[in-house]
């Protein structure tokens, strides 16, 4: 039992937990270095901020600390899911991105290939021309 606090005559009762980090040298860096990985068999580090937390704000911030653990990985399972989608719309992108690119090349063999059938055309149209006016100042007027 600890000294009775003023005003009062009901001595307080001890924290063992928090005699020993007392007497450990307290917490720095946020560790409790002298007890090794076992500080978790004991309690948890963030309570002992130089005084001991009552057990309901202590149950309180285990309370908060699951909640933000659980929404901890709720983000984590929508982080994740928007990497999938963001996969998938890169991977539909790439895809009519080599879908265009098929498109355009056909389109240039497809211009190619008028333009070549243009250029037979103009000369099979300037061999007529020239057969029909040579015939013309020949005299062959069948017409």
């Known amino acids: 039992m600890s000294q009775p606090k003023e005003g009062s005559s009901e001595p307080q009762p001890v924290d063992d937990n928090e005699v020993f980090v007392k007497n450990v040298g307290g917490v720095k860096k946020s560790r409790l270095y002298g007890i090794g990985s076992e500080i978790s068999t004991y309690c948890s580090i963030a309570s002992f901020s130089g005084t001991s937390p009552a057990t309901g704000h202590s149950h309180e911030l285990e309370d908060k600390l699951q909640l933000m653990q659980e929404e901890n990985n709720l983000l984590r399972d929508q982080f994740k899911d928007l990497q999938d989608q963001h996969q998938k719309i890169q991977e539909q992108n790439e895809k009519m991105q080599e879908e265009m690119n098929k498109q355009m090349q056909e389109r240039k063999q497809m211009q190619e290939e008028m333009h070549k ?27």
């Not at 059938?117 to 040579?134: H, I, V």
């Open 117 to 143: 059938q243009m250029q037979e055309m103009q000369r099979q149209m300037q061999e007529q021309m020239k057969s029909q006016l040579a015939a013309f100042f020949r005299g062959d007027n069948d017409q």
